[in-house]
């Protein structure tokens, strides 16, 4: 990467974006996809920018919300309301509501009394729900524990052991159409035999149902789709052939049933680097550090669960390295404020422009005003 002429005039810290890249990553997995005829939904929460936003609906996607805020942010930004489906623990009755008056695809539900929540709220509005059971499979997705959420520990979706409950009372329930099944185990899953348990699990709870005489319209597999945070560049990442092909070979859907996908990180991860400059270089004990004018604010995924990010000096690209290794901080008030410790860098200096990679997923959508900062711009390049 290379500092570019046009962010001269350009205050620091930013989000670059690449659309190249966005695109290459659209297509591939729109091809992929495509060939199978699986549905992709793409999950606004990774990001939400409005350029990004418009190249996804352009290529024909669908949404995948968590709030009522991103459903909306989806109607606006131009996703057809009959590709945009609705998950969450704790949707609001605000939120079901403006989600049944626009008609969308779909509502994730996670518990017996969201169901009940929905069925009243459609009934009182004269509409039919179309809802998925979200069912927590109990697979492990073998990822860092906070982006977990395919466990029976997790808060998420309805457990098995709940499923002859929840489809009793949910025959009782007039204002609901039972539409899917809804799955979703976890985030940066890179070891893809993860998602080869999740269809096995997928293939005896849809048994129990067919034992039920019961044939939803749809699966949905969810995401969590991993990338490689150790090559920014590599422009074959992720491998979306190898990612579908594995429900291609393993999930037993039934006839007629479509099958439904909500990638994220996978689709935006590589397109998004944060850009900043150095402000101070200070003496430490083991490690010097650098001390960027981007902080957590700006970017949380290290210190929230300790996410790795690439980080290159620009200003002294091709230069050797220093023998000596640095911590990469921010200057917020939290010792949690640390993009990497150890990091090999060439010899750095105030003034030097830096990149933190692959920031494009839960970077700049997670950012706060913390110490007052300001919400930093996207800055997009082709
Ligand atoms: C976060 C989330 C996704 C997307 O996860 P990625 O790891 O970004 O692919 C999909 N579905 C649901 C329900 C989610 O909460």
Same mark, same amino acid.
């Given at each position: 990467m290379?500092? *570019? ?11 670059a974006? =690449?659309?190249?890249v ?22 606004? !929460? ?86 998925? *059971? ?5 697979? =492990? ?9 395919? *466990? ?75 990338i490689d945070y150790d090559r920014p560049a590599a422009?074959?990442d992720? =491998? ?22 909500? *990638? ?5 991860g590589h397109c998004g680097a944060l850009i900043s !400059? ?7 004990? !083991?490690?010097?550090?650098v001390?960027l004018?981007a902080?957590?604010?700006?970017l949380?995924r290290p210190?929230?669960?300790?996410a790795y990010h690439r980080i290159e000096n620009l200003?002294k690209s091709?230069?050797?390295i220093?023998?000596?290794k640095y911590?990469v ?10 993009f990497g410790k150890a990091v090999e860098l060439p010899?750095?200096?105030?003034? =030097?422009w830096v990149a933190i990679h692959t920031a494009g997923a839960?970077g ?19």
């Open positions: 290379k500092v *570019l002429k046009q962010w001269a005039e350009l205050e620091t810290p930013f989000y974006y =690449d659309r190249q966005l695109h290459h990553a659209l297509q591939r997995a729109k091809t992929a996809a495509e060939k199978r005829n699986y549905h992709v939904h793409y999950a606004l !929460k990774a990001n939400a920018e409005a350029n990004l936003l418009q190249s996804i609906v352009e290529m024909g996607f669908g949404a995948d919300c968590v709030s009522g805020q991103e459903v909306e942010c989806a109607v606006e930004s131009g996703f057809a309301a009959e590709k945009i489906v609705f998950a969450g623990v704790g949707k609001s009755d605000r939120e079901i509501r403006y989600a049944l008056e626009n008609d969308i695809y779909c509502f994730n539900c996670e518990s017996l009394q969201e169901l009940e929540v929905i069925d009243q709220l459609a009934a009182s509005m004269g509409k039919v729900a179309r809802v998925a *059971l979200r069912i927590n499979p109990d697979v =492990d997705p073998n990822t860092h524990r906070y982006i977990t959420t395919g *466990l029976e520990e997790n808060k998420f979706g309805i457990n098995v052991w709940q499923l002859e409950e929840t489809l009793a009372r949910l025959q009782t329930l007039n204002a609901l159409q039972l539409e899917g099944l809804h799955f979703h185990i976890g985030s940066q899953i890179t070891d893809l035999s993860a998602f080869r348990n999740l269809c096995t699990r997928v293939n005896e709870i849809q048994r129990w149902f067919f034992d039920r005489q019961i044939v939803p319209n749809h699966v949905n597999l969810g995401g969590g789709l991993g422009s074959d992720p =491998d979306f052939e190898a990612y579908f092909s594995i429900f291609e070979r393993f999930l037993e859907p039934r006839p007629h049933q479509s099958i439904h996908f909500e *990638l994220g990180r996978a689709l935006v !400059k150095v402000l101070y270089v200070k003496p430490g004990i !083991k490690t010097d550090f001390i004018d902080g957590m604010t700006e949380i210190a929230l669960y300790q200003s091709g230069q050797p220093a023998p000596k911590d901080v921010g200057p917020i008030c939290e010792s949690s404020d640390c010899q750095t200096e105030r003034g =030097d839960y700049q959508v997670m950012a706060s005003r913390y110490n007052l900062r300001p919400f930093v711009p996207a800055v997009w390049t082709d």
